[in-house]
């Protein structure tokens, strides 16, 4: 008899590791309707609003096609084609490279902004959700979720992230430890994604 599915309600009664994977499938649900919600009301695919919300948020040098399918772990082409609709919507513009002519950053203009601003605020209900949530219990639950991206890391699942855990500054030596900042971070102080962060020489 084959291996029981992990979605089997008797699989999951005494299995934990399988009512956890569940339960990150409820969250991954309320994730995609609170975005397709936030869609809808401003006429745009999720896909979209996720870009306008990385443009709002991170440097030049990373505002770029090849930076936003790293990171959301889809093709050129998928990005390339939510990019020329927003673009088309006149959310932004591209910038040609100074030191290289075939590659644009990309540039959200003043409507652009003011989308984004607005669309990125369809996470709020989650996070209000989180807050209820005792700090210090936070800091596991971080630790935690961050070990398991880490793990689909490894696995080559999902594209290395700009976390602690893949960062070659960071080691567990004195506890969760940064070279960097040079002191020892508790658990709410991990970075998802880090302005300093330097992948691991191994995995480069």
């Given at each position: 008899m084959g291996k029981v599915s992990t979605f089997s309600p008797e699989q999951q009664a005494d299995n934990t590791s399988s009512k956890v994977v569940a339960a990150?499938?409820?969250?991954?649900?309320a994730f995609r309707v609170l975005l397709w919600q936030e869609a809808?009301?401003?006429?745009?695919?999720p896909i979209q609003i996720?870009?306008?919300?990385?443009?709002?948020?991170?440097?030049?040098?990373?505002?770029?096609?090849t930076s936003l399918a790293s990171y959301f772990n889809m093709t050129k082409a998928t990005i390339s084609d939510a990019v020329k609709s927003l673009e088309q919507k006149k959310y932004l513009v591209r910038k040609a490279s100074v030191?290289?002519?075939?590659?644009?950053?990309l540039q959200l203009v003043k409507e652009g902004k003011a989308i984004a601003k607005k669309v990125e605020r369809f996470a709020q209900p989650l996070e209000d959700s989180v807050a209820q949530v005792p700090v210090k219990e936070q800091?596991?639950?971080?630790e935690q979720l961050m070990q398991l991206i880490y793990q689909l890391n490894?696995?080559?699942?999902t594209t290395t992230q700009h976390m602690c855990f893949n960062c070659q500054y960071y080691s567990l030596k004195k506890g969760h430890y940064c070279s960097v900042?040079?002191?020892?971070?508790?658990?709410?102080?991990?970075?998802?994604?880090?302005t300093h962060f330097d992948v691991r020489m191994e995995e480069a």
């Open positions: 990150l499938e409820r969250l991954s649900e809808t009301q401003y006429g745009l695919s996720q870009v306008l919300t990385y443009l709002l948020h991170y440097p030049e040098e990373k505002r770029t096609v030191t290289d002519t075939r590659s644009h950053s800091g596991v639950l971080l490894q696995q080559e699942i900042m040079k002191s020892t971070l508790k658990q709410a102080d991990l970075r998802l994604d880090c």
